[in-house]
C-alpha cells in the first residue's frame, strides 16, 4: 500500500474509520507514516495526535479500542479508509460516532452477539463482558440463574419497568452463555422452526 504523505505540508492524511460489520462511518483522525506502521503492528487503530503532537492509540485511557480490520488507500493515495471494529462508543462524547448515530444493525440482537464476542477480547478490567468470561463458564451459568429468578419475582409485581429490565439482563446474560458455549442465538432459533414444522 502507497501513501503519499507529501501532498499536505504537515505530512497527515486524513483516515476515516468505518464498523466493519454495520459500515457506519464512526470517526476522522490523521495519521503519518508512523502510525499507520504502530496501527498494522497492534492490531489498535493509532492516530497523531495535532493537539498532543504524538502518537494516540484510539482507546489508550477509555479501553474503547478500534481493532483493526481492513485498511485501504484512495486512488489519489493521500487518504485512508480504515474499517475496525470497536470495543465501545468511539466520541469522546460517549455516542457511537462522532455524529452522534447510533452504530448498530437493523438486527440488534445479532448486532449485541457481535459486541459480546468482540468484548471477550479486551482486557478483564475494561469490560463485564470480559471479566466474566474470564471467570469462566460456571459462573456465567450462575449469573443467568440468578437473573431468571430476578425475572420471575418482578413478574409477580406491578412495576412494568423493573420487570423489562429484568428481562433484558437475563436475555443479556443469555446470549453470553451462549457463546461461552459456543453457539449463537440463531442455533436455538433453528431448533424451535424444527420443532414447529412437527406440529
Known sequence: MQIDYTKYTDGLVPAIVQDFTTQKVLMLGFM?????????EIGKVTFYSRSKKRLWT??????????????AVDCDKD??????????????????TCWSEVNHKDDFLTYLEDIIELRKQ?????????????????????KVG??????????????????KNEAADLLFH???????????????????QVRHSKK
Open 58 to 71: 484510539k482507546g489508550e485511557e477509555s479501553g474503547n479500542f478500534l481493532l483493526l480490520k481492513q485498511m
Open 32 to 40: 503519518n507514516e508512523e502510525a499507520v506502521r504502530r496501527t498494522e
Open 174 to 192: 443469555y446470549l453470553m452463555l451462549l457463546s461461552a458455549k459456543g453457539f449463537k442465538l440463531q442455533d436455538v432459533i433453528d431448533v424451535l
Open 122 to 142: 479486551a482486557p478483564p478490567e475494561d469490560s463485564y463482558v470480559s471479566k466474566m468470561f474470564h471467570k469462566g463458564l460456571n459462573k456465567i451459568a450462575q
Open 79 to 96: 487518504t485512508l479508509l480504515i474499517k475496525a471494529d470497536p470495543l465501545g462508543p468511539v466520541c469522546h462524547t460517549g455516542a457511537d
Open 146 to 163: 440468578e437473573e431468571a429468578v430476578e425475572l420471575v419475582i418482578e413478574a409477580k409485581d406491578n412495576n412494568d419497568d423493573l420487570f
